[in-house]
């Protein structure tokens, strides 16, 4: 063995371990996919709050009425009820296992490669408790609205904030004696259906007919908007996942009548020349990928003293972007050297052009809104809502800032497909073509892709998304295409989170 196959090995190691100790620690946190979905509770409860007989929304059209009850169902307390505490169950689990971890480390002494690993673990053992501890406080909240007192006390006795504690319980158990700050309180510590209801029972309470008015009103124009917003949010995976589930039938249909002729079938006898082997192949993603991004960036980071957790939302966008920017150039420089020797490529390496290359693009992501969406129930089934997500999509969904969701798009929807479609797909794919079939180097760079983003819940789904991009690139032979449907994707992701996550006003 050479000193450079001794090199690459040892930088395999270092980048294995990484990347899965980043994996396991990801299974002791929660999915976005679970925080999505206490968004779009509270957008629940805002528009349960919509009277037909009394809100001009739809007081002139039972249509509406009827559009309403199916966004909202019929029973919306029992729905949010359900989703909070599925939440809870699974932060709560998480924290047991982040807390045997952190013992585990403690008791043995067990060696991280970096103090980075240790100072995620107790970030995110206090996420889990500050998340513990809301929950806690609107279950509470949500139990007391259905009358069921008994359990909104024995949810409020495990909230830290002493404060907030004594004024829940004082004002929905409708003591005798309020704190004159109640009202501060209430409005400094909790916001949305869970403020207004609080308020709308304290002024009841004091018998406040002007004030009680107002939230009433208050309600009545956050349920409208919440209803809009619930029917915004819904068109895409309708509509997209209805039109992207036709054309599935449709191509396989095609595909058992035309066979060779079909669309599917479109360059399916066609492979490309490598003219590298396994080592380039290899040596492009440890040093360029893995190793650059798990080991070298954070290292140079963490020896210029720079924390990004202290900044505000814009700095973290930047850093983000910055940072990406490093990722992406570093791993495209190591591409780029890689294969100099071997220039000039073959016909067909890392080809833009196709004359239907948005079709392509466009058609993939219609198929792969309901593919992905399927294979994503079946995948909370597994996870239960543990298995971790990208950070970057907790960012973008706390982010209230027009730069910083600038600067996220700019990140996601441009610089991201361009590199990792020319990774994964241009280079990485048709590389493995020279020792597995197509369809068997299309679900392996597929795998590598979701396994890339070190998140063991989001691995199936990724997975999936990874293997359409496959056949779109494939079929296409147009990297303009499989870049496409992956923009259209991060795009599509982000604007959910936008429209979830901003505030109503």
Do not use: C
């Not at 406040?208 to 409208?224: F, T, W, Y």
Request: proline residues 3%; positive net charge; aromatic residues 12%.
């Amino acid at each position: 063995m050479n000193w450079k196959r001794s090199l690459l090995a040892i930088l395999t190691v270092i980048s294995m371990y990484s990347v899965f100790f980043s994996l396991s620690q990801s299974l002791g946190e929660p999915q976005v996919q679970s925080q999505l979905e206490l968004y779009q509770t509270n957008l629940i409860l805002n528009a349960s709050s919509l009277n037909q007989s009394s809100n001009p929304l739809v007081s002139d059209s039972g249509n509406i009425g009827n559009i309403t009850e199916s966004l909202i169902g019929t029973d919306p307390y029992a729905v949010a009820q359900a989703q909070y505490e599925k939440a809870l169950k699974v932060t709560e689990d998480s924290l047991h296992d982040l807390d045997i971890k952190n013992k585990s480390i403690l008791d043995t002494g067990e060696v991280i490669a970096s103090e980075s690993p240790r100072q995620q673990l107790k970030q995110n053992i206090t996420q889990n408790k500050k998340l513990i501890n809301n929950l806690n406080i609107k279950l509470g909240i949500i139990s007391a609205k259905n009358n069921k007192l008994n359990i909104a006390n024995n949810y409020w006795l495990n909230i830290s904030d002493q404060e907030l504690k004594k004024v829940l319980t004082n004002i929905w158990n409708k003591e005798p004696i309020i704190d004159d700050k109640a009202e501060e309180i209430v409005n400094k510590k909790l916001d949305g259906w869970f403020q207004l209801n609080t308020l709308a029972q304290l002024y009841e309470h004091q018998n406040d007919q002007v004030k009680l008015s107002e939230i009433k009103l208050q309600q009545k124009i956050l349920a409208g908007k919440s209803v809009y917003r619930l029917f915004i949010l819904s068109i895409i995976p309708v509509v997209g996942g209805l039109l992207g589930f036709g054309l599935i039938i449709f191509l396989i249909i095609q595909l058992a009548i035309k066979k060779e002729t079909s669309i599917l079938a479109t360059n399916y006898n066609q492979i490309w020349q490598s003219p590298w082997d396994w080592e380039t192949i290899w040596q492009v993603f440890i040093v360029g990928f893995f190793f650059l991004s798990q080991v070298l960036l954070p290292l140079l980071f963490g020896l210029s003293g720079f924390n990004p957790s202290g900044l505000g939302i814009k700095g973290k966008a930047l850093y983000v972007l910055v940072s990406y920017f490093f990722m992406a150039g570093g791993g495209l420089l190591v591409l780029y050297l890689s294969i100099k020797s071997f220039f000039p490529l073959p016909e067909g390496w890392f080809k833009l052009t196709h004359k239907k290359w948005y079709l392509w693009g466009i058609g993939g992501y219609l198929v792969a809104i309901p593919s992905v969406f399927l294979v994503s129930i079946l995948n909370q089934q597994l996870w239960q809502g543990r298995g971790g997500s990208n950070p970057l999509l907790l960012l973008a969904l706390e982010s209230q800032d027009k730069f910083a969701l600038a600067i996220f798009f700019i990140t996601a929807s441009i610089a991201a497909p361009i590199f990792e479609e020319i990774m994964f797909r241009g280079f990485l794919l048709p590389s493995l073509t020279r020792y597995l079939p197509l369809w068997g180097a299309i679900i392996a760079s597929g795998v590598i892709f979701a396994i890339a983003h070190l998140s063991l819940a989001e691995t199936i789904p990724l997975a999936t998304l990874g293997i359409i991009l496959g056949i779109v690139y494939t079929r296409s032979r147009s990297l303009l295409a499989s870049i496409t449907l992956h923009s259209l994707w991060n795009s599509g992701t982000l604007f959910s989170l936008f429209v979830l996550g901003s505030k109503i006003n």
